[in-house]
């Protein structure tokens, strides 16, 4: 079997865990911008560019993997949010695109290769894919509205450099997440298959999209069902949600996307919402008690955590999910379902 089907063989049998935030330990270590920069000279300031680490800090981010599989995940995504030519630009260092991914891949791999090596569980690694700052759907100037700051072809180009680099650095699959923009996502899905069809083998998805408020929609507008129609030709391996919120406040777009979706439902609420200070403050107890509801209402396979989640709300949620039963995957529908902002189905 390949990577895919083991996973979903082993996601038949119990829940899933994946891991947690790395951007929440990276800010804990409260590096300098030396640490950051590691001795390269980039003329600009590289505080925050936690894929520079990846370079620059290997150490580091290989100890946040190990905490995380210690912790109980089984998938293990890379370090890499903001590994592309149009984030990196930002920082002027998007010449070190390739060298960041692979190094993100194979760090993550050794890990993983490693924690399995010790117990005997298979993990896997995921190719985390961020969305960039730039958007398709949206002109970023009010006075133009058919105005965009980069095309589809382009953006195309930017996912397929990192997912080459990626997959060259080890990973099992491609993680397209928080996904606000859903024609972005679909450069992204357009990256990996190209991908696909020139390494001439599987190269499975998982895609995860991102809520910008309570009504359920992301920011071009599509609702969770809407989103689904626009993705499900591309047969990801997972669908899901990630970021937005906390756990409680996902839950009822959650069931929506459960119902439909005929693939695996992958799931990585926040810790809770923010403070005042953009801080979370969620105990790693309150976050597990409330994925606990979602684990016994059946509505995912795979759970695990984004801003604010540390190892101790892996642990804690890894805990609350190992005696559940996992999420029963419907068959796939016999109707005609088109995309909009909401979907249209059509009935025989």
């Given at each position: 079997m390949n990577a895919a089907d083991r996973l979903r063989a082993a996601a038949a049998k119990r829940v899933l865990i994946k891991d947690g935030a790395y951007g929440t330990l990276i800010q804990a270590e409260r590096l300098g911008e030396a640490e950051f920069r590691g001795g390269r000279d980039f003329g600009r300031d590289q505080r925050g560019n936690n894929d520079l680490l990846n370079l620059t800090r290997p150490d580091l981010v290989a100890r946040i993997a190990r905490r995380f599989a210690d912790a109980g995940a089984d998938i293990l995504a890379t370090n890499s949010f903001n590994a592309n030519r149009i984030s990196q630009a930002e920082y002027g260092a998007e010449a070190l695109v390739g060298d960041i991914n692979r190094a993100a891949a194979r760090i993550t791999r050794e890990v993983?290769?490693?924690?399995?090596?010790?117990?005997?569980r298979e993990r896997w690694v995921?190719?985390?894919?961020?969305?960039?700052?730039?958007?398709?759907?949206?002109?970023?100037?009010?006075?133009?509205p058919g105005f965009?700051?980069?095309?589809?072809?382009?953006?195309?180009?930017?996912y397929r450099e990192q997912v080459d680099a990626l997959v060259a650095g080890g990973i099992d699959f491609v993680l397209i997440e928080t996904?606000?923009?859903?024609?972005?996502?679909?450069?992204?899905?357009?990256?990996?298959?190209e991908a696909e069809q020139a390494l001439g083998r599987p190269l499975p998805t998982m895609i995860s999209m991102t809520l910008t408020d309570l009504s359920g929609r992301n920011l071009s507008g599509h609702t969770v069902e809407g989103f689904w129609a626009s993705v499900r030709h591309a047969r990801p391996l997972t669908i899901g949600l990630n970021c937005s919120f906390g756990a409680a406040q996902l839950r009822p777009h959650l069931a929506a996307l459960a119902r439909q979706a005929e693939t695996l439902v992958m799931a990585y609420p926040n810790a809770g919402l923010p403070n005042d200070l953009g801080e979370y403050d969620e105990a790693a107890e309150e976050t597990a008690a409330q994925v606990r509801e979602w684990l016994d209402a059946g509505l995912v396979n795979i759970v695990g955590g984004c801003c604010g989640t540390t190892p101790r709300h892996i642990t804690a949620i890894a805990g609350a999910a190992r005696d559940c039963t996992p999420r029963a995957v419907p068959a796939a529908p016999t109707h005609t379902l088109l995309a909009g902002l909401e979907p249209m189905v059509i009935a025989a």
């Open positions: 993983v290769n490693a924690a399995s090596a010790g117990d005997g995921a190719g985390a894919i961020g969305p960039t700052n730039k958007t398709l759907s949206l002109s970023p100037d009010v006075n133009d965009r700051e980069v095309d589809f072809a382009t953006m195309t180009a930017v996904v606000f923009d859903t024609l972005n996502c679909k450069a992204a899905i357009m990256a990996a298959l």
